[in-house]
T-cell receptor, first 115, second 112 residues
Framework: QKEVEQDPGPLSVPEGAIVSLNCTYS??????FMWYRQYSRKGPELLMY????GNKEDGRFTAQVDKSSKYISLFIRDSQPSDSATYLC???????????????FGQGTILTVHP | DAGVIQSPRHEVTEMGQEVTLRCKPI?????LFWYRQTMMRGLELLIY????????DSGMPEDRFSAKMPNASFSTLKIQPSEPRDSAVYFC??????????FGNGTRLTVT
């Protein structure tokens, strides 16, 4: 079993829809949770990050972490064609500064938002 | 800021050949990471450096893989000899203490 599980999709939604992307994990040591967006032929770019449980909102994006269920989500409101990309969840344990880049990634979910 | 720069963008080589991938991290970043991305396995950490010193190479798949960081502005990942199963996109990433990870745009390696 992988430490981080993410449904690869693909997921196709109409413009304006609310998108929900999810990951589950098994390692209870994970404390930092991130979402990366990766456009085709590009490197992943950090979209949002949260520490421990709770919600974080940034514009049309909301990240949720439920540590009791080992479940994290990313919601995209009013989705746009420019949101079409692969979304990867990533996690790391709270073991000091060196751990922050030693991320464990999900497989990534391919999202297409069609006009 | 030019971001993390990787070269070449694409590399096609024959099985058995040596392959060298290059990375220039963002200036001032003291951590450098090499990741590999495939459809089957996703993004996997191969090795990372702190202040040019390798800290964790447990993700390096075999002795055929080696990585060096001779100075703060340059790192290489070498595969010798290359095999078809090494075909993947290889990403370099860097960060400084307390900052998020910044990825380059990767090197797409095809070994025939």
């Amino acid at each position: 079993q992988k430490e981080v599980e993410q449904d690869p999709g693909p997921l196709s939604v109409p413009e304006g829809a609310i998108v929900s992307l999810n990951c589950t994990y098994s390692n209870s040591a994970f404390q930092y949770f991130m979402w990366y967006r990766q456009y085709s032929r590009k490197g992943p770019e950090l979209l949002m990050y949260t520490y421990s449980s709770g919600n974080k909102e940034d514009g049309r994006f909301t990240a949720q972490v439920d540590k009791s269920s080992k479940y994290i989500s990313l919601f995209i409101r009013d989705s746009q064609p420019s949101d079409s990309a692969t979304y990867l969840c990533a996690m790391s344990p709270n073991a000091g500064g060196t751990s922050y880049g030693k991320l464990t990634f999900g497989q990534g979910t391919i999202l297409t938002v069609h006009p | 800021d030019a971001g993390v720069i990787q070269s070449p963008r694409h590399e096609v080589t024959e099985m058995g050949q040596e392959v060298t991938l290059r990375c220039k991290p963002i200036s001032g970043h003291d951590y450098l990471f090499w990741y590999r991305q495939t459809m089957m396995r996703g993004l996997e950490l191969l090795i990372y450096f702190n202040n040019n010193v390798p800290i964790d190479d447990s993700g390096m798949p075999e002795d055929r893989f080696s990585a060096k960081m001779p100075n703060a502005s340059f790192s290489t990942l070498k595969i010798q000899p290359s095999e078809p199963r090494d075909s993947a996109v290889y990403f370099c990433a860097s960060r400084s203490q307390g900052s998020p990870l910044h990825f380059g745009n990767g090197t797409r390696l095809t070994v025939t």
